[in-house]
């Protein structure tokens, strides 16, 4: 999420002074702390939701960009049984990208699964 914990309490306490300061005008200052009290609260929770949908418009939920190490960008690609060439061995995770990955076969002809579906959608 975007900001922490101090984003949500500015929130709530800048709601709080507005509220006690606008009450006080005409309110004795019990009930004017009373409200700025409850408009702390308000604003707080509020927060929560806010920081959210900030967060989500500016696009701070995408997965950030991986690193790809110095082997696999000189063609360390991995063999057939989905492990990547490491002549020395020594173990370190290299992710796949998309262009390394091959389109699997189809395992059944597309006729014969339509017919299999429209057999068990008539039962």
Same mark, same amino acid.
């Given at each position: 999420?975007? +900001?922490?914990?101090?984003?949500?309490?500015?929130?709530? @306490?800048?709601? $709080?002074?507005?509220?006690?300061?606008?009450?006080?005008?005409?309110?004795?200052?019990?009930?004017?702390?009373?409200?700025? +009290?409850?408009?702390? !609260?308000?604003?707080?929770?509020?927060?929560? =939701? !806010?920081?959210?949908?900030?967060?989500? !418009?500016? +696009? /701070?939920?995408?997965?950030?960009?991986?690193?790809?190490?110095?082997? @696999? @960008?000189?063609? &360390?690609? =991995? /063999?057939? /049984? +989905?492990?990547? #060439? #490491?002549?020395? &061995?020594? &173990?370190?995770? !290299? =992710?796949? /990208?998309? #262009?390394?990955?091959? $389109?699997?076969?189809?395992?059944?002809?597309? *006729?014969? %699964?339509? #017919? %299999?579906?429209?057999?068990? *959608?008539?039962?």
């Amino acid at each position: 999420m975007l +900001g922490t914990m101090w984003v949500n309490t500015g929130f709530g @306490a800048l709601a $709080s002074v507005i509220t006690f300061f606008t009450a006080l005008a005409g309110n004795v200052w019990l009930v004017s702390l009373e409200r700025a +009290g409850y408009a702390f !609260i308000l604003f707080f929770l509020a927060a929560f =939701p !806010i920081r959210w949908l900030v967060a989500k !418009i500016m +696009g /701070s939920f995408q997965a950030p960009e991986t690193m790809v190490p110095a082997e @696999a @960008a000189e063609g &360390g690609v =991995p /063999s057939a /049984s +989905g492990e990547p #060439d #490491d002549p020395q &061995g020594d &173990g370190e995770f !290299i =992710p796949l /990208s998309l #262009d390394q990955m091959g $389109s699997a076969p189809l395992a059944h002809d597309p *006729t014969t %699964v339509a #017919d %299999v579906v429209r057999r068990l *959608t008539d039962e």
